[in-house]
């Protein structure tokens, strides 16, 4: 009976966590609600108020169940990759992650969720591996950091330590302009920051630039 529980219970989690994603695309994000996955699934609120505590709860299970998913597309993409394109094949399977997972990208990267705080101890650690990647990418660095202020420098170095140990400061601060300009670029289709019918075909857009991105960087 214990195996048959919990059985139920994994396809039930299974079910809000859908539910929630189709919500997700839908309402967004603050419009979540756990009332209404319970009846889409024919359940009293109560009886799911034993699975999912609150509507923080089910958006916290989405924000981890969405970094997990970009950064096993994203790792999967990189490792496919021959080693000169590696990095570039990472940046666009980002890409490619966010416009198939619109409303997920989103909840991860758009404006915050009124009234709701990701806990760091279950976010952190999926939302970091992506730029963990992205950092572990970069070719060595050894000097550049001798310009940038000292507190700042002594904040990147701690990113490298716990990272990337063959980057330095200013490494870490190329990656960082390299990531913004990832997100900034992503955020603009995907939110229509352009405009409809600005450009015939946004993957022509992105590869001109990410071609460009890596040639002002010189990776």
Known sequence: MTGIRETRRRAVDQQILDLGRIQLAQVGAAALSVRAIARDLGMASSAVYRYVASRDELLTRLVVASYDDLADHVAAASAAAAPPQRLATTLAAFREWAVGHPAEFA?????????????????????????????????????????????????????????????????????????????????????????????????????????????????
């Open 107 to 219: 909840l991860l990267y758009g404006s915050p969720v009124p009234g709701y705080q990701a806990p760091a101890a279950e976010t952190t650690a999926p939302g970091t591996r992506v730029i963990a990647l992205l950092l572990s990418l970069l070719p060595p660095t050894s000097d550049g950091a001798a310009d940038l202020d000292p507190t700042l420098a002594a904040e990147l170095q701690a990113i490298a330590a716990e990272f990337a140990p063959h980057l330095d400061a200013a490494g870490v601060l190329a990656a960082l302009d390299l990531w913004t300009w990832l997100l900034g670029t992503v955020s603009q289709e995907i939110f229509e920051g352009y405009g409809r019918g600005t450009f015939a075909d946004p993957d022509r857009v992105f590869d001109a630039q990410l071609r460009a991105t890596l040639a002002r960087f010189q990776f």
